[in-house]
């Protein structure tokens, strides 16, 4: 396996993710049955990448790609997290590390994977950030040589995910969604307008990678009701 660069902010946590902080929480449940539910939803492949994809901003995506990413890492497996968000990237604020190196400048062959995958400071889990925002985003993730990144990530992780931008943003997000075994779609409650999250489904399946499924955020707290309120 290739040498990961020694981050110097890997001995910072992250920034509050629950999952990591307080892992018995009924909200850090609901984010491993969410990684129970995904490991059985693909029957006839293996599940090693997915993308994090929402309908637009302010539905917690990047938060719920974050913390999908510390319960896979608590499970054993080696986890990477990418910030596949050239535009408004947020990964590297989450994790506390710097912002130097990432996909944009592997991307454009100005980096190596050693220099580029930084450690989290959670164990088993890395990430690769936005790196410098590029000009042209869509025809980087597009490339060849994005399509060679993961194939060489694959040989190292047992899984990929990515944090991309919402889908009526950029084609970004369906971009990578090509590239990876599924997708989830995160929407919020009271925030995402019905016909934007039909739409955003529906785009989703016109891609030949399969929709895993929805994630529900900021459901409104109630005595009958399980589930916490996301940013509660």
């Known amino acids: 396996m ?82 596949g968000d050239l535009r408004k990237p947020t990964v590297h604020y989450t994790m506390r590390l710097n912002n130097l190196h990432g996909l944009s400048s592997l991307l454009i062959g100005e980096d190596t994977l050693e220099n580029a995958i930084q450690p989290t400071g959670v164990k088993d889990l890395d990430a690769i950030t936005s790196g410098p925002i590029p000009p042209n985003p869509s025809e980087l993730l597009s490339s060849k040589r994005m399509k060679e990144l993961l194939a060489a990530l694959k040989e190292h992780y047992d899984m990929i995910i990515f944090d991309t931008p919402p889908m009526y943003a950029v084609t970004d997000a369906k971009i990578i969604t090509e590239l990876v075994d599924g997708s989830i779609l995160v929407i919020r409650s009271g925030h995402t307008a019905i016909e934007e999250a039909k739409g955003a489904v529906k785009a989703l399946e016109d891609v030949q990678t399969p929709l895993l499924g929805t994630v529900l955020n900021d459901v409104e707290k109630s005595k009958d009701n399980y589930y916490y309120n996301y940013y509660g």
């Open 2 to 83: 290739f040498k990961r660069k020694r981050s110097n902010t890997s001995n910072k946590s992250p920034r509050y993710l629950i999952t990591d902080l307080n892992p018995k929480s009924p909200i850090s449940e609901q984010f491993r049955t969410l990684r129970t539910n995904l490991q059985y939803s693909l029957v006839d492949q293996t599940l090693q990448s997915i993308v994090i994809t929402s309908t637009g901003p302010e539905t917690g995506k990047s938060m719920t790609a974050a913390n999908l990413a510390v319960v896979f890492a608590q499970q054993g497996k080696r986890t990477l997290l990418i910030d």
